[in-house]
Each structure stands twice: as structure tokens, then as C-alpha cells.
């Protein structure tokens, strides 16, 4: 079997090792890849959201299943051109991605099939989208309707401050994906990420993982495309996943098989779960999460590939299709470039002691990285590696991956020491050991 995966993050570095704990005597591509996915793949050149380019590479090398894995090359049409083809791709298309690449279409969407989520207006006028902030109640929530690579939400804890974010969108500063924007009630509560596998009907949800989305410890400073995340969260009980899938997942599944666009990927529903326990949908996003695919799929036992191919190939998925329980706690801490998110610094060398990577719990998951001519390593981009680890329990995995991070050195690095706080907090509450508290919820998740 041939697999191209595409994209260059930690999150393709972790789909290549799940794809190949499933099927190591595959043959995996990653275009463009990483230093951490040459590892397990031969990179392959050229941009993910070149269309031709990939739908070339992958004829040329004669691949059997595309895995993408960020949304703008989904957003652009990558997984319709690559089924004109007949190449079976696992992602959706670009009808179905809609359901992250335009916020205000998937805001319609949940409001027209009562789906859970927070109330929000559309706004492409400044003078209007001023006068109605005058009356909103603050904190408010500003939003780019289109693709903005994590930069397009502002949480704003002053309505002047609001203003000013609507002002500079409006004015250009996140180019046309900008130019429409939601201003959107604040929720409260506790954030949970759901990802569900569909083949446009049929569904089976991933142990579900809890972002880190801020720069710093304890949740400060600005938003980033997440700082770590863990698997699994005794939050996600099964009481509340029934919720989720019949409420959320399932209602937008149809949805979208309503309206013409069938979704067949992984479709991912960012919540809210607020202090009544209810979830509301903060947003969906039409990929595998990242930093939370490290750490699912690190928790959950081999098996993603015959679904993924499945769905790719267009077939449905059997009845009853389970991911099961995370089967282990593990905890993804991202290790950032200096001045990540705003100005990140690239060029940096990383030093990884060897007896880190040796170590079989912990697993160095490569985001912007890239190797020299002269073998050394370097930072490439804002996020640079995902240092994931696996253990019996979130407490011990916590531990491990901070203690991996600090072994790791780069000059200027950024990491929070406290992935996982939630959930400590909780266990310690708890009685760490109570396991089935724990991982209650883990066992009837899936459908
Ligand atoms: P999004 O890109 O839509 O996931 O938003 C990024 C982050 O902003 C989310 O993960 C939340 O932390 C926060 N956020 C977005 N919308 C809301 C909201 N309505 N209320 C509170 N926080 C929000
Ligand atoms: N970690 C958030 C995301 O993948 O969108």
C-alpha cells in the first residue's frame, strides 16, 4: 500500500506513525513534509494547497489513499480534484469544508438545525458592526469568517476593544478572510475537542482531547493554534458524548448530506461545555485537530487506517465502526518558536538528547522543523515539535512530557509546563487511581 499524508505539521508526523503502527510495510509519501515525517516517509516537494501539484505527485507515485491533514488545501478543492482522479482521499470536499472555511455558513447551518452554539450576527459594514456593538454585553467574541491559520478569533474583554478588531479586519488585516465578519456571544465553560470519523452518514467518534489554546501557562496571553492538549478527559462522560453525537454530530452530518455536500473525513466539533454541563459548538473544523491528533492518537489503540481507507474509498463504514477507549493517558506539551504566535524566529538549532527520543513513551512529533546540509537540526516555523507521552495515567504522562520538553533545547523556545491542568486538578479531587472516574465516558463514546 502506498499513503501520501499532506502537510508539513505534528499533526501529519502523527497520522505517518499511526498509518504505519497500522500497516508498517506500507510505503508513506508527506508532501512537503517535515524533519520529523522523513523520519517514516519520503517528503515529497511542492505546497499543500498547490492542487495540481499534489494531484501530480500523488499519480506519479501511484498512491492508493491521501490523507490531508490541514484545511486550506481542503478548502481549496484538493480532495474533489484528487476523486476526479479516482485517487481515494480521506478528507472532504470542498462543499463539505465549508463547515470551517466559512463561519458564517456553518453559524447558518447549526441555527437552522438547532444545533447548539452561540448566538452571533454577520457583519461586512463598520458603521453597522459598530452601532451594534454599543449594545453587546462584554466580554464579546470577534470572529474573521474565513481562514485566518488560528489568527481570526478575538476574545475581547472591553467593547472598545471589540472596535477596534472589527475596525482593523474590515480594514484588511487578515486580508479577504476578513472581510465578513461574526461578532459572537462570549461562552463560558470548559472547552472540549470531538472528533468524529464520516462517511457522509455513518459516524464513529475519537476519544475526545482538551486543547490548550493560549500561549501561557494558565491560560494567558493570546490565542495560538494550540499549545498542547491530552486524551482522554474525564469531563467527556458518556452521558455528555450521547449528548454531543445527537445534538452536534449527527445533526450536522445530515445537514450537510441535505444540502448536496455529503461530509466523508474526520469532522471535528470544537465545544463549549458550559458550567450547566450543555455543549455548544465554539466552532467545527473539517480535519483532525492539532495538537489534539498527537495525543488521540497516541491514547488510542492501532486500527485508524481500514476506517480511513474505507471512507476514502468511498464505501460506508460497517454498522457499530468503533474507535473504542483511549486505552492510555497521553499528553502533548508544543514546543514554540521565539515570538510565537505573532513574529515567530526561524533558523534556531534544536538539540534533542537522544535518550528522550530512545525513551518508548515519549514520542517527538516534528512540526517546523527542517534539516541542514550538515545534519543539524532547526526551527522552521511557529510550532516546532510536539512532544507527546504516553503513560497509565494524565498525571505521570503530564510529568513526562514537561520533563521531555525542558531535555529538548532550542535558543528562544516556548512551552507551557502545564498541559493537563484541568484534568490534574480534577484527579487530584478525585483521588488519583480512581481510574473509573477517570476514564468513564471513554467506554460508550463511539457510535
Ligand atoms: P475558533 O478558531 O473558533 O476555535 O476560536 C478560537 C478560540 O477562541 C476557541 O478555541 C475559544 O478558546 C475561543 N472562542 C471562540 N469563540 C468563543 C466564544 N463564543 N466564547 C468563548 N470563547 C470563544
Ligand atoms: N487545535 C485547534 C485546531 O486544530 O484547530
Redesign the pocket.
Known amino acids: 500500500m502506498r499513503i501520501l499524508v499532506v502537510g508539513g505539521g505534528a499533526r501529519e508526523h502523527a497520522l505517518l506513525w499511526a498509518l504505519h503502527r497500522d500497516a508498517p510495510e506500507a510505503t508513506l509519501f508527506c508532501l512537503p513534509g517535515n524533519a520529523g515525517t522523513a523520519q517514516l516517509a519520503t517528503n515529497l516537494p511542492g505546497s499543500a494547497t498547490d492542487i495540481e501539484a499534489v494531484t501530480a505527485a500523488a499519480k506519479e507515485r501511484a498512491v492508493d489513499l491521501v490523507v490531508v491533514g490541514p484545511e486550506a488545501p481542503l478548502a481549496a478543492g484538493l480532495a474533489d480534484r484528487l476523486r476526479a482522479e479516482q485517487i481515494p482521499v480521506f478528507g472532504p470536499s470542498r462543499a463539505a469544508a465549508r463547515i470551517e472555511s466559512s ?1 458564517r455558513f456553518a453559524k447558518a447551518l447549526m441555527l437552522e438545525h438547532g444545533i447548539p452554539t ?1 448566538h452571533a450576527e454577520v457583519f461586512t459594514d463598520r458603521q453597522r458592526a459598530l452601532q451594534y456593538l454599543d449594545r453587546h454585553p462584554e466580554p464579546v ?1 470577534v ?1 474573521a469568517s474565513g481562514l485566518a491559520a ?1 489568527k ?2 478575538v ?1 475581547c474583554e472591553t467593547r472598545s476593544q471589540a472596535k477596534d478588531v472589527v475596525t482593523a479586519m474590515l480594514a484588511g488585516s487578515l486580508g479577504s478572510a476578513g472581510s465578513e465578519l461574526l461578532i ?4 463560558e465553560g470548559e ?1 472540549l475537542s470531538v472528533l468524529a470519523v464520516t462517511d457522509g452518514e455513518h459516524f464513529a467518534m475519537l476519544p475526545p482531547a482538551q ?1 490548550h ?1 493560549r500561549i501561557g501557562d494558565g491560560d494567558t496571553g493570546p ?1 495560538t493554534g494550540g499549545m498542547g492538549a491530552y486524551c482522554p478527559v474525564s469531563i467527556a462522560t458518556p452521558e455528555l458524548l450521547r449528548r454531543v453525537a445527537s445534538e452536534v454530530i449527527e445533526p450536522a452530518i445530515r445537514a450537510l448530506a441535505a444540502i448536496g455536500a455529503p461530509y466523508t473525513g474526520v469532522l471535528y466539533a ?1 465545544l ?1 461545555i458550559r458550567p450547566d454541563g450543555t455543549p455548544a459548538v ?2 467545527f473544523n473539517c480535519r483532525f485537530g492539532d495538537p489534539e491528533a498527537q495525543a488521540i492518537l497516541a491514547a488510542t489503540p492501532p486500527g485508524l487506517l481500514p476506517v480511513l481507507r474505507m471512507v476514502a474509498e468511498g464505501g460506508w463504514m460497517p454498522t457499530g465502526t468503533r474507535f473504542g477507549a483511549a486505552s492510555r493517558a497521553a499528553v502533548t506539551t508544543v514546543l514554540a518558536a521565539e515570538g510565537y504566535p505573532n513574529a515567530p524566529r526561524t533558523g534556531a538549532r534544536i538539540s534533542i538528547p537522544p535518550q528522550v527520543e530512545a525513551s518508548g513513551d515519549v514520542l517527538v512529533f516534528h512540526a517546523g522543523t527542517r534539516r541542514e546540509p550538515d545534519g543539524s537540526l532547526v526551527v522552521a516555523g511557529g510550532r516546532v515539535l510536539a512532544v507527546t507521552a504516553v503513560a497509565g495515567d494524565i498525571a505521570v504522562a503530564a510529568a513526562r512530557s514537561r520533563e521531555a520538553a525542558e531535555a529538548i533545547t532550542f535558543e528562544g523556545r516556548q512551552f507551557r509546563r502545564d498541559i493537563g491542568y484541568r484534568e490534574l486538578g480534577r484527579s487530584r479531587h478525585l483521588g488519583i487511581g480512581d481510574r473509573e472516574q477517570r476514564t468513564s465516558g471513554q467506554e460508550s463514546g463511539d457510535r
Open positions: 463561519k452561540a467574541v470572529k488560528g481570526g478569533v476574545v459572537e456571544e462570549y461562552l472547552e486543547d489554546k490565542n470544537g463549549m465554539v466552532e
